[in-house]
């Protein structure tokens, strides 16, 4: 099948399937607060990391939801890791509440402090990364026209681990159990890892080899 993103046949497929092709992407689970101390806490589907050094990572609101405003405003949010025994805590966040009141009490959370940043850290979460924004941008389209989406990048400054799944100095991440966004209704949850290692000169860090679950 071939189509022109601008001539889908909805009769084929009545359903956009652009996000169930880039799959899996990691859930950005994003806490802020705005300058007047409001708390903030919702999922967001389109989110990365886009360099190691230093660590960056970034999310994408369509259009100014409460997380992009407030990390505008005070230059600092707070990505927490959504697991799957977080899942349904995790969905309850994306309810569309009044403006300004937390989904932290709304989902049954604890908050918990962080150290470098203002906004909480979902206290169950097995990894939380404390980020100051470095940019906020306005994504176009190929013709130059706005389109809805921000992309908020912030820079990692401070990162939080459950000691419980630090194992040999590695992170087992099967463990924890993430889960990842995926298309229409559907997530997927990390249940097995296997590696590849690059050829000489490949570039990346060492990775020490391990057994994988």
Same mark, same amino acid.
């Given at each position: 099948?071939?189509?022109?993103?601008?001539?889908?046949?909805?009769?084929?497929?009545?359903?956009?399937?652009?996000?169930?092709?880039?799959?899996?992407?990691?859930?950005?689970?994003v806490?802020?607060?705005?300058?007047?101390?409001?708390?903030?806490?919702?999922?967001?589907?389109?989110?990365?990391?886009?360099?190691?050094?230093?660590?960056?990572?970034?999310?994408?609101?369509?259009?100014?939801?409460?997380?992009?405003?407030?990390?505008?405003?005070?230059?600092?949010?707070?990505?927490?890791?959504?697991?799957?025994?977080?899942?349904?805590?995790?969905?309850?966040?994306?309810?569309?509440?009044?403006?300004?009141?937390?989904?932290? +009490?709304? !989902?049954?959370?604890?908050? @918990?402090?962080?150290?470098l #940043?203002?906004p909480?850290?979902?206290?169950?979460? =097995? $990894?939380?990364?404390?980020?100051?924004?470095?940019?906020?941008?306005?994504?176009?389209?190929v013709?130059?026209?706005?389109?809805?989406?921000?992309?908020?990048?912030?820079?990692?400054?401070?990162?939080?681990?459950?000691?419980?799944?630090?194992?040999?100095?590695?992170?087992?991440?099967?463990?924890?159990? +993430?889960? !990842?966004?995926?298309?229409? @209704?559907?997530?997927?949850? #990390?249940?097995?890892?296997?590696?590849?290692?690059? =050829? $000489?000169?490949?570039?990346?860090?060492?990775?020490?080899?391990?057994?994988?679950?």
């Open positions: 099948m071939y189509y022109e993103t601008a001539n889908r046949d909805k009769t084929l497929l009545p359903h956009d399937p652009f996000k169930a092709l880039v799959v899996p992407r990691p859930v950005g689970w806490s802020t607060m705005n300058r007047a101390g409001q708390i903030n806490l919702a999922p967001y589907s389109y989110f990365n990391a886009f360099a190691g050094r230093p660590p960056i990572v970034g999310f994408s609101s369509d259009g100014p939801k409460d997380s992009a405003t407030f990390a505008e405003e005070t230059r600092e949010f707070v990505w927490n890791m959504a697991t799957y025994p977080l899942r349904d805590q995790m969905n309850a966040t994306s309810a569309p509440l009044a403006r300004g009141e937390s989904e932290f +009490p709304y !989902a049954g959370l604890e908050m @918990a402090p962080c150290h #940043v203002r909480p850290r979902v206290a169950a979460s =097995p $990894a939380s990364l404390e980020c100051k924004v470095v940019d906020v941008i306005r994504l176009k389209d013709n130059g026209e706005p389109v809805d989406n921000i992309l908020v990048l912030g820079q990692v400054v401070a990162v939080h681990i459950d000691d419980r799944f630090i194992k040999d100095g590695i992170v087992d991440a099967v463990a924890m159990q +993430p889960i !990842a966004r995926c298309g229409y @209704a559907d997530y997927a949850i #990390v249940k097995d890892m296997f590696q590849i290692i690059r =050829p $000489a000169g490949g570039g990346g860090e060492p990775v020490p080899e391990q057994k994988r679950g």
